[in-house]
């Protein structure tokens, strides 16, 4: 079974920075993609980051996030990093990490973790 735990969310201010970390479990970690989300109060749940299995080389980023967010993954220890630098209040969102149940590909998000939420002060 398929399990998915975020850490790392909180309060910051605008300009501030915060790394969230999302542990998974129940299967061979490193075969699969992983993904980051976020849902707004009154908003749809918005892509943000992907990072492509194995060595991660290929990654994704919405245009809101580039140059801002980066994300990472570490196959020894089962986790994907999202780091947030200069954070806006606009980033506030519960974060979501997720991840496909077919390996080797980045598409098709099964597997969601319950979120944690970040809230970027102005």
């Known amino acids: 079974q398929v399990q998915l735990v975020e850490f790392g969310g909180g309060l910051v201010q605008a300009g501030g920075s915060l790394r969230l970390s999302c542990a998974a479990s129940g299967r061979t970690f490193s075969n699969y993609a992983m993904g980051w989300f976020r849902q707004a109060p009154g908003k749809e749940r918005e892509f943000v980051a992907a990072i492509s299995w194995s060595t991660g080389s290929i990654t994704y980023y919405t245009d809101s996030v580039k140059g801002r967010f980066t994300i990472s993954r570490d196959n020894a220890k089962n986790t994907v990093y999202l780091q947030m630098n200069s954070l806006k209040p606009e980033d506030t969102a519960v974060y979501y990490c997720?991840?496909?149940?077919?390996?080797?590909?980045?598409?098709?998000?099964?597997?969601w973790g319950q979120g944690t939420q970040v809230t970027v002060s102005s």
């Open positions: 997720a991840t496909p149940r077919r390996p080797r590909v980045l598409e098709n998000w099964d597997y």
